[in-house]
């Protein structure tokens, strides 16, 4: 692949999206426009008629439940809508200030994540408040036998080298050109289907949940003869359903907290994703603010809030993340916000004209927070 120096900002962004939202099975794979039809038209049409603030119409042709597989006018006005709804992640990157209404890549990208949090909703089972009965409902029947031990993070391992491989590449190129001050195309390395896992899942609906609740998670490339690993401590060995996009699962009864999970199919071992294990005597976890709200590459970004624990809170922001970050008093955190794709380019860029929207949630093993936004400025 080939791209010119200018194009670096907008590559960074599509690269980001690539390697953190492929865990996801993508409804929208193509772009639209006024007069496209087809399936992922009916689909765009779905997601847009959910929220009052984007819908198509409100009777008739295009409406819920009467949606069509063609884009026109009002698709497009609706798409419009959606755009400017989501500025920061839609139109923003692209260097845009109004809706275009034309759906491309960070359109694609939003309208994914929506409609993988839909697919999540509609296969979740109403929670329970006791376990099933089952013969393994023990804590035995739920530890890692030896046999069964793996690194449930080769699958990360695999995306962050990926990722890596992208990232060195780029910024070696734009080392050079800021001495040469050259405006020649970059070549980009190829990332193969072999260098990313085969098996890749999506957040878990709900986050959280206590022992016995049922938990649905969005995946691409499961089998049935799949296990899902809590940690490397604990398993399901079994499934309650697997279908073309997502599998059920029950809470095991094992200790509350945060856990890594992963999901092992044959030799294969897929991403990881946050699940908390809830315990009702916990806290719940709350942002109250962030500062400074533009933080230059580098700079320290202190967070507030409530519910933090002594250790191994995790915080998770749109480029980074960062483990077992402590918070002595509870409420507060702090991290360093330098993130790899962007260091080189920061050292050029060094009067923060450039201003890049993100966002930032906290993990702990009592639950998630809500999530708070901030600028990175170059």
Do not use: C, W
Not at 27 to 48: E, R
């Amino acid at each position: 692949m080939r791209i010119s120096f200018l194009s670096f900002l907008t590559i960074l962004l599509l690269l980001s999206y690539t390697l953190h939202a492929n865990a996801q099975t993508d409804v929208f794979t193509t772009n639209l426009s006024l007069g496209s039809s087809g399936p992922q038209v009916i689909a765009l049409q779905k997601i847009l008629n959910q929220d009052p603030d984007t819908r198509i119409a409100v009777t008739g042709s295009g409406s819920p439940g009467n949606e069509t597989d063609h884009f026109g006018q009002l698709t497009k006005a609706a798409v419009i809508r959606f755009q400017e709804k989501y500025a920061s992640e839609v139109l923003v990157p692209a260097g845009l200030t109004k809706g275009t209404g034309r759906v491309g890549s960070y359109t694609r990208a939003k309208l994914n994540t929506l409609s993988a949090r839909t697919a999540s909703t509609k296969n979740e089972i109403p929670s329970v408040t006791t376990p099933p009965s089952t013969p393994t409902s023990s804590l035995a029947g739920y530890t890692v036998k030896d046999k069964e031990k793996i690194d449930i993070y080769v699958g990360d391992k695999m995306l962050a080298n990926a990722k890596d491989k992208m990232y060195s590449a780029l910024n070696k190129e734009l080392a050079s050109r800021a001495i040469s001050r050259s405006t020649a195309t970059i070549t980009l390395p190829t990332i193969r289907p072999t260098d990313v896992p085969s098996i890749l899942i999506g957040v878990p609906a709900p986050k959280t949940g206590p022992s016995g609740a049922y938990v649905s998670i969005t995946h691409s490339g499961l089998s049935t003869q799949s296990a899902l690993y809590f940690g490397s401590t604990y398993i399901v060995r079994t499934l309650l359903k697997s279908t073309p996009e997502s599998f059920i699962f029950v809470v095991p009864p094992i200790p509350p907290g945060l856990y890594d999970i992963a999901v092992k199919t044959g030799g294969v071992v897929s991403n990881t994703k946050m699940f908390v294990i809830t315990d009702p005597k916990n806290p719940s976890v709350h942002l109250q603010s962030i500062s400074p709200t533009t933080v230059p590459y580098g700079g320290i970004l202190t967070i507030i809030g409530s519910g933090f624990t002594p250790q191994g809170n995790v915080v998770v922001t749109t480029q980074q993340k960062f483990t077992d970050v402590p918070s002595p008093d509870g409420t507060t955190l702090t991290v360093e916000l330098a993130p790899e794709s962007y260091r080189e380019y920061a050292k050029i860029i060094t009067n923060g004209e450039i201003t890049i929207p993100m966002s930032l949630y906290v993990a702990n093993d009592y639950g998630f927070s809500d999530e708070k936004s901030f600028t990175l400025a170059l």
